[in-house]
């Protein structure tokens, strides 16, 4: 069961803060953008580990 915190400042959706950092030299804009979750465990082996996952490349599902 994922849990997200609710309230954050620059908060997107539940859990997800985008945040202005400023505009560099080159007039290029930075965003610092956070995800904060947790997970509550309802039993024992409910936990895995994910190992050599690349994040660069992924499926955008269309609903």
Do not use: T, W
């Not at 997107?12 to 030299?25: A, D, K, T």
């Amino acid at each position: 069961m994922g849990l997200y915190q609710p309230g954050l400042p620059g908060e997107q959706s539940p859990g997800l803060s985008v945040r202005f950092m400023g505009i560099n030299e080159k007039a290029i804009a930075s965003y610092l953008i956070s995800l904060y979750c947790s997970l509550a465990v309802l039993v024992d082996d409910a936990i895995a580990v994910l190992e050599e996952v690349e994040i660069g490349k992924y499926h955008e599902y269309k609903y």
